[in-house]
């Protein structure tokens, strides 16, 4: 499986894209003088006006940011499992691949929330449930299901869902460090409780799409 470089390189992608939006903004400019008026030389306020409208786009991303929920984006995506990957009941699911350096650092964290809460969430993987180290398969429920899996490939792991017990995904967040997906978890504690004991089906569970 090709692992992404996009998400632990995110930081230095968004600020090379910020930089290059603005810059490509001006040079299309220049461009569009050139190809109309047949030189690279503009006057003043032509090249006056570029920069006032790079300035704008960048103060109206701005605000953006300012006004926009400082929270997670917790959507609910039209998105829908198998309902045995999560036991009929209301599940925090974290899909994960054992060879990603950030899914393992996520499951320890949530793993060590939910031993302290309590709390049993699903492993979803298209693996062998094996494949996961002793410590994770004890407090996770890991379930290997292609199909499920399949649903949520297009999205670079880890991913975390709030699920429903019909399978609905009710809530979704792409953590970008550990402390990002403990946070998502608390923000989505006031709908899904995810501490409702059960009777929980065999560890390891490989329903392999079935």
């Not at 969430?121 to 407090?139: F, Q």
Request: with cysteine; proline share 8%; hydrophobic share 45%.
């Amino acid at each position: 499986m090709v692992r992404s470089v996009l998400k632990p390189h995110a930081t230095l992608f968004a600020a090379i894209l910020r930089i290059c939006d603005p810059a490509l903004m001006i040079i299309v400019g220049f461009v569009a003088y050139r190809a109309y008026l047949g030189s690279f030389a503009p006057p003043d306020h032509y090249v006056l006006f570029l920069a006032v409208g790079a300035v704008l786009r960048e103060v109206r991303l701005l605000r953006v940011l300012v006004t926009r929920d400082t929270g997670f984006s917790a959507t609910a995506p039209d998105l829908r499992l198998d309902p045995e990957v999560v036991g009929g009941r209301d599940r925090i699911v974290l899909a994960s691949d054992s060879g990603c350096p950030l899914c393992g650092a996520v499951a320890s964290r949530l793993a060590a929330r939910a031993v302290a809460d309590g709390a049993r969430p699903v492993l979803l993987t298209y693996e062998d449930p094996a494949t996961w180290p002793e410590p994770i398969r004890t407090v996770f429920t890991v379930v290997s299901h292609r199909t499920a899996w399949q649903k949520i490939a297009h999205l670079a792991p880890p991913v975390l869902m709030a699920v429903a017990a019909d399978g609905t995904v009710r809530q979704l967040g792409l953590p970008v460090d550990e402390g990002s997906a403990e946070q998502m978890l608390d923000k989505w504690m006031t709908t899904t409780n995810w501490k409702e004991p059960s009777r929980e089906p065999d560890i390891g569970a490989d329903t392999a799409g079935r």
